[in-house]
């Protein structure tokens, strides 16, 4: 009976909080290399209210659909559940996840140290409100993110930093990202929406 109140609040929030996600805003990692980090991107993801994930995973270490993913004991526990809350799809390569997202409207941002010959902005003072349709990639934790996702990326951004070490781990660079994204298209969705009811009304 207890288990089925837990489950039942769990649900409540869920609906309670759908509101609040950023639609059409999804976070693309491009071949991870650690399950921890995949892990703690999702549970960034979902706390933070944005959309969706997308796994490049070359090497096919992740689960093949979501529903094998939400049931992996490790992926569940280090996404602190998480993952049974947010959707996840994996791509084989770069080039399908590419296409598919460009069939679908959607305009791509890399998150990397400035990039010679792309618009580079800084996180603290890009507006990420002007597309409908949002992926954000971040690269993997050694390499960064690919040449084939930097040519059909529209801007890169950086994270300004001021101490001797100038990099973040994947984790850490999600949550800082997503944080200002999520807080500028939340402000903006909701805006729309008054707007809307004030037509309705």
């Not at 693309?28 to 209210?49: C, D, M, T």
């Not at 004991?73 to 997202?101: G, N, P, Y």
């Amino acid at each position: 009976m207890r288990e089925k109140k837990i489950k039942s609040a769990l649900r409540q929030r869920a609906d309670k909080i759908k509101s609040l996600v950023c639609k059409n805003l999804i976070v693309v990692l491009e071949n991870p290399s650690e399950w921890r980090n995949i892990g703690a991107v999702i549970r960034n993801v979902n706390a933070l209210g944005a959309e969706k994930v997308y796994v490049v995973d070359k090497a096919g270490k992740f689960p093949e659909n979501w529903q094998d993913m939400r049931e992996d004991k490790t992926l569940f526990r280090i996404s602190a559940s998480a993952i049974k809350w947010t959707f996840v799809k994996r791509f084989v390569d770069s080039e399908s996840c590419i296409k598919h997202l460009e069939e679908n409207g959607f305009k791509s941002f890399i998150t990397s140290p400035h990039i010679k010959g792309k618009i580079n902005i800084s996180l603290d003072t890009g507006d990420f409100t002007q597309h409908k349709k949002l992926a954000v990639w971040f690269g993997n934790e050694t390499t960064g993110i690919s040449d084939l996702v930097v040519e059909h990326s529209e801007l890169c951004i950086n994270i300004p930093m001021n101490g001797i070490i100038e990099s973040f781990n994947l984790a850490t660079s999600t949550g800082i990202v997503l944080y200002e994204i999520t807080k500028q298209r939340r402000s903006f969705q909701s805006i729309k929406r008054t707007k809307s009811l004030k037509k309705v009304k």
